[in-house]
């Protein structure tokens, strides 16, 4: 049975935290290094409710993609929710491990993993890591279809593939826009709006994009657009990193049992659609 720290080592090779973006915070919220590691469960958000599960399940490692604690803080004190989430953790021995842009720009990483889950193939990365010499690492992913479809098409194929959310899809551009080599992001991806125009794709999904950089992407070419739930997005990554601690249990014969929450995590809840939504009237 390994320890925490071994269990760390193998996530540290696989999302290496020097990796991560400067302003993020990855890496172990809490745990003992020295506790014995038999079950994990993989999250998007350190949220209560995966907190409870984790207690549930007997989990001994809970890791999520989302950090708990981005800034500094001076209190982990219960009556706020995320000490709660804290004190929730330690006291049945769960330690909390973050892997966020660092997995983002991972090979494979949280991209892959989402057109993994579209079934798109992938050809290589949207921004490249300059720091990679074989050029499979960076955020974001270009991906090619096998057949071209319409936006409307490929729409439906992201709201049948993606795990449901009250979101769903929404997409921007004419509904029979050919769509053939797209570049997705998991995430909030509308920083990525050059890239992905440089790229020449035909469509961008990603998640949480705002009304000027839209607007703008449309206004400057036909590029559809596609927006899910930011939580959808990332989802295909905690069964793609499971599978990835799998593969390393087994190797060294840890026997680690991993699951994976299903837990909808994304905030939004609801859904009201238009009774017909117009084109372009007010
Ligand atoms: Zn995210």
Redesign the pocket.
């Given at each position: 049975m390994p320890a925490l720290n071994d269990v760390l080592a193998a996530l540290d090779a696989l999302w290496p935290p020097e990796r991560a973006e400067q302003w993020d915070a990855v890496g172990t919220v809490c745990g003992d290094p020295d506790a014995e590691v038999t079950r994990v469960l993989f999250a998007?958000d350190p949220v209560q409710e995966v907190a409870d599960e984790a207690v549930g399940l007997g989990a001994d490692l809970l890791i999520t993609?989302?950090p708990l604690y981005l800034r500094g803080t001076t209190t982990v004190a219960a009556s706020t929710f995320k000490g709660r989430v804290v004190h929730t953790l330690i006291r049945r021995d769960i330690a909390l491990h973050v892997a966020?842009t660092n997995a983002d720009t991972a090979d494979p990483g949280v991209s892959d993993a989402l057109a993994g889950a579209l079934d798109l193939r992938i050809v290589g990365p949207l921004v490249p890591d300059a720091t990679d010499p074989e050029g499979r690492r960076g955020l974001g992913r270009i991906c090619e279809l096998d057949h071209p479809e319409t936006l409307r098409e490929f729409a439906e194929r992201a709201a049948a593939r993606l795990p449901a959310t009250a979101q769903g899809i929404r997409a921007a551009g004419d509904p029979d826009h050919t769509v053939r080599r797209v570049a997705v992001s998991?995430?909030?991806g509308d920083s990525l709006f050059d890239a992905v125009r440089a790229a020449g794709v035909d469509a961008f999904l990603t998640a949480d994009l705002r009304h000027h950089p839209s607007s703008e992407a449309r206004e400057h070419s036909d590029l559809a657009l596609l927006d899910a739930a930011?939580w959808a997005t990332?989802w295909p990554w905690t069964e793609q990193a499971a599978a990835q601690l799998d593969a390393i249990s087994d190797r060294h014969g840890w026997g680690l049992r991993t699951h994976v929450s299903r837990i909808v995590t994304d905030p939004w809840t609801a859904h009201a659609a238009a009774p017909a939504a117009p084109r372009s009237t007010p």
């Open positions: 998007v993609h989302h966020h998991g995430g909030s930011h990332e």
